[in-house]
């Protein structure tokens, strides 16, 4: 057989921009293939590892992507889609990528303001008696926008606000014995206050929890 031109052997041109140091091996976790699976890269005689398979987004490399990022943070906590879009661009993502992220997570529903904003209303009334004043004021600092606030408020009703707060009231009177009346009414009247009940809720709620525990203030 002649021997081959050596002009027409095409020269080698390696994938990834340089030789591996050795062709036993090849590491790919700077490669980022889109909807291909680690396995489905590897060619004959050449073993690849998946050095990024057991890594967090956080550290993965050239594996990291923004769905890695959005996804990894929803797992942690529910987000709202203004907190999802700042969270993002403070990843030095492009305003782009990130919009397109958003529109991706509101389209599948794992972004929701409004059931965010009606589990926040749950926890902040079942789990540390807040009053509509504090929630809202939670809801927003999260984020969430406004129709999404005024319907998951909705639930909170007038009435269970006011006997939500005589409990919290009544259970918070047996501390205050020590203290003349006066003195009682304006300690429980500010910590009911704190917890963000309106006026006219915390007047009779502070009324009914002193006039139940009988005389015994100073």
């Given at each position: 057989?002649?021997?081959?031109?050596?002009?027409?052997?095409?020269?080698?041109?390696?994938?990834?921009?340089?030789?591996?140091?050795?062709?036993?091996?090849?590491?790919?976790?700077?490669?980022?293939?889109?909807?291909?699976?680690?396995?489905?890269?590897?060619?004959?005689?050449?073993?690849?590892?998946?050095?990024?398979?057991?890594?967090?987004?956080?550290?993965?490399?050239?594996?990291k992507s923004i769905s890695n990022i959005?996804?990894?943070?929803?797992?942690?906590?529910?987000?709202?889609?203004?907190?999802?879009?700042?969270?993002?661009?403070?990843?030095?993502?492009?305003?782009?990528?990130?919009?397109?992220?958003?529109?991706?997570?509101?389209?599948?529903?794992?972004?929701?303001?409004?059931?965010?904003?009606?589990?926040?209303?749950?926890?902040?009334?079942?789990?540390?008696?807040?009053?509509?004043?504090?929630?809202?004021?939670?809801?927003?600092?999260?984020?969430?926008?406004?129709?999404?606030?005024?319907?998951?408020?909705?639930?909170?009703?007038?009435?269970?606000?006011?006997?939500?707060?005589?409990?919290?009231?009544?259970?918070?009177?047996?501390?205050?014995?020590?203290?003349?009346?006066?003195?009682?009414?304006?300690?429980?009247?500010?910590?009911?206050?704190?917890?963000?009940?309106?006026?006219?809720?915390?007047?009779?709620?502070?009324?009914?929890?002193?006039?139940?525990?009988?005389?015994?203030?100073?």
């Open positions: 057989m002649p021997a081959l031109e050596s002009a027409h052997i095409a020269p080698v041109t390696y994938l990834f921009g340089r030789a591996p140091a050795s062709i036993d091996t090849v590491k790919v976790q700077d490669v980022a293939v889109q909807g291909v699976a680690v396995q489905d890269l590897a060619v004959p005689g050449v073993a690849v590892h998946d050095t990024a398979a057991h890594s967090s987004p956080e550290r993965s490399g050239g594996f959005s996804m990894y943070a929803l797992a942690r906590r529910g987000m709202s889609a203004e907190e999802m879009f700042a969270y993002l661009l403070s990843r030095d993502f492009e305003n782009g990528e990130v919009e397109l992220e958003c529109e991706r997570l509101l389209r599948v529903g794992l972004l929701d303001d409004l059931a965010l904003a009606q589990t926040l209303v749950r926890t902040l009334t079942d789990r540390k008696g807040l009053g509509r004043g504090s929630i809202v004021a939670e809801l927003r600092r999260r984020k969430i926008e406004s129709s999404a606030i005024e319907e998951a408020l909705e639930e909170l009703e007038a009435g269970d606000e006011l006997e939500r707060a005589i409990a919290i009231a009544q259970k918070r009177a047996p501390q205050l014995r020590s203290l003349d009346a006066v003195t009682a009414r304006r300690r429980l009247g500010a910590f009911l206050q704190r917890k963000g009940y309106s006026g006219s809720v915390i007047s009779t709620a502070v009324a009914r929890a002193l006039e139940s525990t009988g005389p015994v203030f100073r």
